[in-house]
């Protein structure tokens, strides 16, 4: 289990979001040098796509912006691609939105928690290895045997807490 707690937000407008996207495909490339995988052209190309913002995008839409940039992969290709970088860890499943998201510190075994703006619709991800025990420790006193946890908090970030009515 990852002993890594770190809060990244993406929950600040003005970045410069390149610095973001160069980040993640070098955190990508190392990860997959890692874990002994290859990280194909169409790999590498969903992954940018995915990167583009801090928001989850959809499967279909991801398919639409790889057409649009020119490539015309079949469809399972590139789902074969996104499932890839789901089970590599360089990008998480948005269960509740049934959209993908780019994981800011991939490593193989993480764990984590997403909260995720109803307004602007960004995503956070949390690593916080005392959420993944308190669920370890659940499931052990269950006897249950835990294959993944999902934990998914709907709500508003800072900006657009204060930009409510
Ligand atoms: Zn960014
Ligand atoms: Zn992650
Ligand atoms: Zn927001």
Not at 66 to 85: C, I, N
Not at 89 to 106: D, F, M, Q, T, W
Request: aromatic fraction near 6%; hydrophobic fraction near 35%.
């Amino acid at each position: 289990m990852t002993t890594r707690k770190q809060v990244i937000s993406p929950f600040h407008g003005e970045h410069d979001h390149s610095l973001c996207q160069k980040d993640a495909l070098k955190s990508a490339i190392i990860e997959c040098e890692k874990q002994g995988l290859r990280l194909t052209t169409i790999r590498r190309q969903v992954l940018e796509i995915i990167w583009a913002q801090h928001n989850p995008i959809g499967a279909y839409d991801v398919l639409e912006k790889l057409q649009e940039s020119g490539h015309k992969p079949a469809p399972p290709t590139a789902y074969r691609a996104l499932d890839f970088l789901v089970s590599a860890k360089l990008v998480h499943r948005v269960e509740s939105l049934n959209a993908y998201i780019g994981c800011p510190s991939p490593n193989a075994k993480h764990q984590c928690q997403f909260y995720i703006c109803s307004e602007c619709g960004h995503v956070a991800e949390v690593n916080n290895p005392d959420v993944s025990a308190a669920i370890s420790a659940g499931a052990q006193d269950l006897g249950f045997t835990g294959q993944q946890s999902v934990i998914e908090v709907h709500g508003l970030c800072k900006d657009c807490g204060q930009n409510a009515p």
